[in-house]
């Protein structure tokens, strides 16, 4: 069967002006920042055509479908009930974040500045969520996810770690759900602990999952405010259509809680959040939970048989180069440490650099997720098998050469 939602060919691709597009030349092969190669969606082509045909380039409205449509969304696909009364938007994920930590530390006594105030994440994360932990003025605490857990399954929550860290005091816990680099989907009992914990010792959750709708076979996604009434009480949920549809540049995300107690939240966000949102965004993203969802499900498909390339390409070009296929998303966490040479360039992005240099492949350098980055590499495959192909050729002709910071002199 033609899948519906193809990834558009290279030619066309560097037509883009994109972040992914125009940050490197074109002999580079950009695998990097978390955009796919997808052409549009038909339901999300169609609303923005003919938002441009009539010019309908102003401000959101007031009152926009959106949380209706995404609600309709998470009950088919999640069985989820979400309370459109208590959902906010925001421009984006990134804004919806900081947004929400300044309210959620203003309650806890921290100001809005957030000074005193801690905030726990688990590297290897997101680069940004650091930032956004600074940007509010916090202190950041680290609680590593455990590597290789049991039967030697990927990365995972480190609970009892977790419940270290929240007894010696942390106002907010940042949760990755599913979680970016390593594409772990939290398991339910795992989702349940978090919130125990987090009600036993007063921490507020704030789950960022805009990877959800791009959860691959195998795994199943929890929204953490469905997990019970310990996680709405503490819960605070981010949600969007940027990953799954490949929005991110028209700029719409969603702010979602699920308890009474934990709704008035909503009152205390600025009013320039909603008016800050993209009306393109807002649209595009209606007709993607309304009418995107075959669409979403072909990519799906199509990312599942990537994520096993990665794995086939890797063992015929880089066997040294470690890799468990994540169980979302497009993103692969590839663990260099082992090939001859590597060990040596940690913590500065330099193994990135080097191979941006010698290779002409983009990737994300592992160095910015947290101190258990180093030696890794995140690579985008939301892209077509010829293009994994070429990258993976190209990455076999890296021999490491930079020497160790002090090692020569
Ligand atoms: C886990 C995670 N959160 C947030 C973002 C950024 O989202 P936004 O563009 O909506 O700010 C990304 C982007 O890749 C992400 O992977």
Redesign the pocket.
Known sequence: MTPIAPMAPLTELRRRRSAKWRTYPDEVLPLF??EMDVRLAPAISEVLHRAIDVSDTGYVAPDTELPAAFARFAARRWSWDVDVEQVSLA???????VETLRVLLEDKGRGARGTDATIALSPP??P??YGWICEVGARTVEVPLRENGDAGEGPRLDLPALEAAFRAGVDVYLL?NP??PVGTVHTHDELAAVAQLAVRYGVSVVS?E??APLVLPGAVFVPFLNVNAEARRCGVA?E?A??GWNL?GL?A?MIVTGDPRVQEIHGRFPAELAWRTGHLGVLASTAAFTDGEEWLDDVIGVLDVNRHLVSDLLAEHLPEVRYRPPEA?Y?AWLDFRHLPGVARLSGSGQLARDILGSCGVALSSGDDFGPQGAGHLRLNFGTSPEVLREAMQRLATYTPTAPMLGEVG
């Open positions: 920042v978390a421009p984006d994920v990134s804004v919806a974040m994360v997101y940004p969520f990755c979680h970016n960022d805009i990877h981010l969007s940027s990953k991110a700029k995300a998303s993103l």
